[in-house]
Nanobody, 128 residues
Framework: EVQLQASGGGLVQAGGSLRLSCATS???????IGWFRQAPGKEREGVSC????????FYADSVKGRFAISKDNVENTVTLHMNSLKPEDTAVYYC??????????????????????WGKGTQVTVSS
């Protein structure tokens, strides 16, 4: 069974930083992995994704220049570094993986249903 365990959420003031980590039970070879978030009353949106198909990193426009995704292919972890946080970043953040990277990084972030497995979310709250 594929497992993803996210951690690192919390409460931070606007302008602050947080780091989210996701440990997976599978390797990242030929896979796509990403971070998504869902705010109350809103649809789940892709924040940042990496697909082995194109090898690129996709970021949502709302987080470009502030967030950075990295993955450790030895530890099978993916980390989301979040800087200059804004109140509108408040959401439950999820990591997810697609076991076969059929599509580009941007596709997976724009189509969350393309992911096969999801971790339990971690709450990020940014106060103004």
């Amino acid at each position: 069974e594929v497992q993803l365990q996210a951690s690192g959420g919390g409460l931070v003031q606007a302008g602050g930083s947080l780091r989210l980590s996701c440990a997976t039970s599978v390797t990242f070879d030929d896979r796509a992995i990403g971070w998504f978030r869902q705010a109350p009353g809103k649809e789940r949106e892709g924040v940042s994704c990496i697909s082995s198909l194109d090898g690129r990193t996709f970021y949502a426009d709302s987080v470009k220049g502030r967030f950075a995704i990295s993955k450790d292919n030895v530890e099978n972890t993916v980390t989301l570094h979040m800087n200059s946080l804004k109140p509108e970043d408040t959401a439950v953040y999820y990591c997810a993986i697609s076991l076969a990277a059929y599509y580009s990084s941007s596709y997976y972030c724009q189509h969350p249903r393309g992911m096969d497995y999801w971790g339990k979310g971690t709450q990020v709250t940014v106060s103004s």
